[in-house]
């Protein structure tokens, strides 16, 4: 055995062998949390910790929009729980919910076993069962902020479903050119 450097201590053989099997054990902890077997970007970890979620299955609501944040080629596209962190945070669809507002239509292009009807959801965060979208943007109404896509935001738009880029207003009535049907005054 070589000697040991001043001031050093040798390692026992046991010790060798306890922080061998600590780090094989780290190692193995950290890939079963890396671990996704459905491929839709949530560690199977965290989809068993989520009542409803499947780690087997990467569109568990059958919905259309994967669980996670990856899609997953002929299953799903991606997704609903955008940080795969197993919560529903802000601007995410709930991926144990095929319907997350309940306006009856499909967060994505699945049909959720039969309870929505297949979409996706234009707005799927908003309730809007007619799914109109004025400027066909793919945008439904209800969540797009410029209905006419004419660049002038609808909270100041003077006619917020007809194009009017300029926002002319010739009798100065309020109600833009586009849209006034008297607009000489």
């Known amino acids: ?12 053989p046991p010790r060798i062998a306890a922080l061998c099997s600590l780090f094989f054990f780290l190692a193995a902890a950290a890939d079963a949390r890396a671990q996704d077997t459905d491929a839709d970007g949530i560690p199977n970890a965290i989809e068993v910790g989520v009542v409803g979620l499947d780690p087997n299955d990467p569109d568990s609501d059958a919905d259309g929009l994967c669980d996670g944040s990856l899609a997953v080629a002929g299953a799903c596209d991606a ?7 197993g919560v529903v945070d802000a601007g995410e669809t709930d991926p144990t919910n095929p319907d997350t507002d309940a306006d009856t239509i499909c967060d994505g292009s699945g049909t959720g076993g039969g309870s929505c009807t297949a979409g996706p959801d234009n707005c799927p965060l ?23 896509n004419d660049g002038v935001l609808d909270a100041v738009d003077n006619c917020p479903l007809d194009p009017n880029p ?16 008297d607009d000489d005054g």
């Open 1 to 12: 055995m070589p000697p040991t450097p001043l001031g050093a201590t040798r390692a026992s």
């Open 79 to 85: 997704g609903e729980d955008l940080t795969n962190n």
């Open 166 to 181: 300029l926002q002319t207003d010739t009798d100065g009535d309020g109600a833009g050119d586009a849209c006034d049907l």
């Open 126 to 148: 908003d309730a809007n069962g007619a799914q109109t979208d004025t400027d066909l943007d793919g945008l439904g109404d209800v969540c797009d902020p410029d209905d006419d």
